[in-house]
């Protein structure tokens, strides 16, 4: 995994995901992502697994 391939996000927290500066491995996806150190979903999961209704 390259730094340029971990996808990186700024939305705000939300279920499994939250930013922050740490290497992950999203647990839905599987891609790599920057995120807070226990986030265990990259924000593109986090945001599809619940939309806000
Ligand atoms: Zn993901």
Do not use: L
Request: proline residues 6%; aromatic residues 12%; charged residues 35%.
């Amino acid at each position: 995994m390259k730094w340029d391939e971990m996808k990186e996000d700024k939305r705000p927290k939300k279920g499994a995901w939250a930013p922050g500066y740490y290497t992950n491995k999203c647990q839905e996806c599987g891609d790599g992502f920057i995120g807070d150190k226990r986030a265990h979903s990259c924000a593109d999961c986090a945001y599809i697994e619940q939309p806000s209704k």
